[in-house]
């Protein structure tokens, strides 16, 4: 434990070893139960998103613009349950409630590099999207594989440069004794109510970083759709105009299900601090958990495509068993 004392109030100053993530406050005896759940969940999550980035990879028709972008969905969002799962059952499952300062720091830098990427991906989904309708004829010569390639790199080095500071910046702070977390992941919310030291360049910093992604990417997915309602007005046909929309459905589910719990647990962070703990760790897990699951099983649905490669690669799978 590095330590030193402040000689201005004789106070000691020190970075943890550990720091002790709560879990779910006053239900301790129920961990095992409240395991099975999350199990199921990280469960669904694999199999789901996994599957669809296989299919995507072996099917020659798959090899489209938007099946790309839906592989980059279903990758990121592997990548924030991968960064979570080693302490939330490790929690559940085995009691380990403690996590090493270094392995806070960097659990909290790749789920949220995830989860930035995560947006980003969605708003390059809605451009996808409004170019399939808007100029369907040119659709694979303006989103070329490179073209595809290059978006993807930005979107993952956006996320990574604005992590990097916040990463920094906290590693330079003194905790002053204080190392127990409210959730069962490391959050960069939560780290910053601990030190003992002037915490508004990180609040800055992080005012600007959810402003310049989750912000700017939202208003852009808006301006997309209400281009693409634009463009589908435009449509003379009836069933022409429903056909351009239903292409649609998956990626606003999409957006949905990412945007609402993120807004609902801000709402409640910022108005709601007198409700109890276990309601804001639900909402918590309802933000990390929920995309990731529903995706899955909204595009599996809705997308023909790839119901009908799943039904082509089941019995093969069964044939070589």
């Known amino acids: 434990m590095k330590s030193h004392r402040n000689i201005s109030n004789g106070s000691i100053e020190f970075t943890p070893a550990t720091f002790t993530l709560v879990g779910i406050p006053g239900l301790e005896e129920d961990y095992i139960w409240i395991s099975i759940p999350f199990c ?21 028709a798959m090899h489209q613009p938007m099946y790309f972008f839906l592989a980059m969905l279903a990758f990121v969002e592997l990548g924030v349950s991968a960064s979570t799962m080693p302490t939330v059952l490790g929690i559940f499952l085995f009691g380990i409630r403690n996590i090493s300062f270094g392995g806070c720091l960097l659990q909290m830098f790749s789920m949220h590099s995830f989860t930035l990427m995560e947006s980003g991906v969605l708003l390059a989904m809605s451009v996808d999207r409004f170019v399939a309708i808007y100029s369907p004829l040119r659709y694979t ?22 992590m990097f500071p916040l990463l920094f910046l906290l590693k330079g702070l003194p905790f002053c004794g204080h190392n127990s977390l409210t959730h069962s992941y490391c959050l ?134």
């Open 188 to 321: 960069h919310s939560d780290l910053i109510k601990l030190p003992c030291a002037d915490t508004r360049p990180n609040s800055i910093l992080g005012l600007f970083v959810i402003t310049s992604t989750f912000g700017l990417d939202s208003l852009l997915i808006m301006v997309s759709y209400l281009l693409i309602l634009h463009t589908v007005l435009g449509i003379a046909s009836g069933a022409g105009r429903w056909k351009a929309l239903n292409t649609c459905v998956s990626h606003i589910c999409a957006v949905l299900v990412y945007y609402v719990p993120m807004i609902s647990l801000s709402l409640l962070h910022r108005f709601g601090r007198h409700l109890s703990p276990l309601l804001q760790t639900v909402m918590a897990n309802a933000y990390l958990f929920f995309p990731p699951v529903v995706n899955p099983i909204v595009y599996s649905i809705k997308t023909k495509e790839i119901r009908n490669s799943i039904v082509r690669i089941l019995p093969r799978k069964r044939g070589e068993v």
């Open 40 to 60: 199921l969940m990280y469960i669904i999550i694999f199999i789901g998103n996994g599957l669809i980035l296989h299919i995507i990879r072996i099917d020659p």
């Open 141 to 162: 010569t303006i989103l070329t594989t490179p073209r595809i390639t290059g978006m993807g790199a930005t979107i993952a080095l956006r996320s990574v440069v604005l």
